[in-house]
C-alpha cells in the first residue's frame, strides 16, 4: 500500500484518480480548496478510512509524509481559470514549488499534469513532445498557458538541480462523468444544452478542432506513467489522437441524445487555439503500449448517462 497526496484530487479529473488508487489499495489524501471541485466529487469515497480530504491551498506550503504526489491544482477551464488570472498563474507557480519542496524534503516521486495548452495555438501538427509552442504571453489564456509551462520548468529545474523523481504529462481535453456542468467546457456545454433542447453555442465558424479522451484513458496513463522506469520522466503527451471539429462534435451529441436542439454561432474567444492533436507515439513506447481504449461515442454516451441523471432529464 502506497500514501499518496493528490492536489486538486476534489475535482474532475481528481476524482476518479482517487477512486482508481484507493481501488487498487493505496491510501490517499486529497487536498483542494473546493474553487472548481466539490466535495460531491468525493462524496462516496470520505467514508473509506483510507481516504482523507483536507482543505487547503496550495499557494501556502504544506507537509505531510508520502510515497507519491499527483499535482493537479488548477483550475482547468478557460472561465474559471480567467476569472481571477492571477490566482490562476499563484496556483500553477507557488502550488509546483510548494510540491516539488515537499516532494525533495520526504523524498517522494512527484507527477505534474500539465497540458496541451503548453503548445498554444500550435503551428506544428499533431504535436509532438519536443515542439517548444506557439503561445501569447500577455493573451487571456496566459495566465494557464504560462503558469503550466513555467511549472514544467520548475519541475525539471528541482530534477537536475536536487535530484527529484518528477514526471510531466501533458493532458489533452479530458470528458467524462463528474465535469463540472458550468465550467463552460465544450463538452459538458454542448451535452447539457442537447438535454435541455437549447441551442447549442458553437464558438466562431466551429472549425476549430480538438482531440476528446475519456476520463478512465487518461487515469490509465497517469498511473502507468507514475510507475514508469525513473529514468523517463517525460513530458509526455496523454490524450485521443482523433480529432474532431466542434461542428462534429455538436452534431454528434444532438444525435445520441435525441435532441431538438439547433446550433447558433457565438464569437470565437481571443486565442482559441485553431487545431490541437497529439502525438502518442512516446507515451506508447514508454507505457507499456498505452493508448486510449474508449472512443468518442462510447465516452459520449457513458457522460450523457452521468449527466441526465445529474440534471434529472
Ligand atoms: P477541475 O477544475 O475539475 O479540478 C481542479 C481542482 O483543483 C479542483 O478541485 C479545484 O478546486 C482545485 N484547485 C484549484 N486551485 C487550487 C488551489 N489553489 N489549491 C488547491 N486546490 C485548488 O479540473 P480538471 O479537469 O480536473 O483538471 C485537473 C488538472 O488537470 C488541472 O491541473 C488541469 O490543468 C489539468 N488538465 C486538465 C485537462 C482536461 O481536459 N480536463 C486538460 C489538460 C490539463
Ligand atoms: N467551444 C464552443 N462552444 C462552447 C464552449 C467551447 O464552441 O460552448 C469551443 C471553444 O471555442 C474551443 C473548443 O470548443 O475551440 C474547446 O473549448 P474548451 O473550453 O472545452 O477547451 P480548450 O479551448 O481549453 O481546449
Known sequence: MKKIL????????????SERLLNEGNEVICLDNYF?????NILHLLGNPYFEAIRHDVIMPYFVEVDEIYNLACPASPIHYQYNPIKTTKTSVMGAINMLGLAKRINAKILQASTSEIYGDPLVHPQTE????????????????????CAETLFMDYHLQNEVAIKIIRIFNTYGPRMNPSDGRVVSNFIVQALKNEDITVF???????SFQYVDDLVEGMIRMMNSRDDFIGPV???????????????????????????IH??????????????????????NGWEPKIQLEEGLTKTISYFKELLKL
Request: charged letters at 25%.
Open 36 to 40: 472548481t471541485g466539490s466535495k460531491n
Open 6 to 17: 493528490i492536489t486538486g484530487g476534489a475535482g474532475f479529473l481528481g476524482s476518479h484518480l
Open 266 to 287: 457565438l464569437p470565437l474567444p481571443k486565442d482559441d487555439p485553431t487545431r490541437r492533436n497529439p502525438d502518442i507515439s512516446l507515451a506508447k513506447k514508454e507505457l
Open 130 to 149: 519536443n515542439y517548444w509552442g506557439n503561445v501569447n504571453t500577455i493573451g487571456p489564456r496566459s495566465c494557464y498557458d504560462e503558469g503550466k509551462r
Open 237 to 263: 503527451n496523454i490524450g485521443n489522437p482523433n480529432e474532431f471539429t466542434m461542428i462534429e462534435l455538436a452534431e454528434a451529441i444532438i444525435k445520441l441524445t435525441n435532441s431538438k436542439s439547433k446550433i
Open 204 to 210: 466562431g465558424e466551429g472549425l476549430q478542432t480538438r
